[in-house]
Nanobody, 118 residues
Framework: VQLQASGGGLVQAGGSLTLSCAAS????????IAWFRQAPGKEREFVAT????????DYEDSVKGRFTVSRDDARNTAYLQMNSLKPEDTAVYYC????????????WGQGTLVTVSS
């Protein structure tokens, strides 16, 4: 499977953005989708994930209640809805796919930059 992340941009603090992760070349429903981010000078960190069924989601503590991860299997696309954005959310955001039998991520998107101004 190949992934392409999009939707990043510049937004003021308190604003919203929705990131998309479009998949191709595989059976989308065979993969859980996760979002990660990497801020300048920092290590990449987990943000959110949705299982292949779409029934279970998980979030990093700092984004709980502000971010929502979802998937549309008919469109082979996952989303990260980000509300109440803070300057500390500024980072390059990546999506990744993990197959049902995989112990690691099988594919990564290229990243999309989110910049939150104060």
């Amino acid at each position: 499977v190949q992934l392409q992340a999009s939707g990043g941009g510049l937004v003021q603090a308190g604003g919203s953005l929705t990131l998309s992760c479009a998949a191709s070349g595989g059976t989308f429903t065979d993969y859980a989708i996760a979002w990660f981010r990497q801020a300048p000078g920092k290590e990449r960190e987990f943000v959110a994930t949705v299982t292949w069924t779409g029934l279970t989601t998980d979030y990093e503590d700092s984004v709980k209640g502000r971010f929502t991860v979802s998937r549309d299997d008919a469109r082979n696309t996952a989303y990260l809805q980000m509300n109440s954005l803070k300057p500390e959310d500024t980072a390059v955001y990546y999506c990744a796919a993990q197959g049902r039998e995989s112990t690691s991520f099988d594919a990564w998107g290229q990243g999309t930059l989110v910049t939150v101004s104060s």
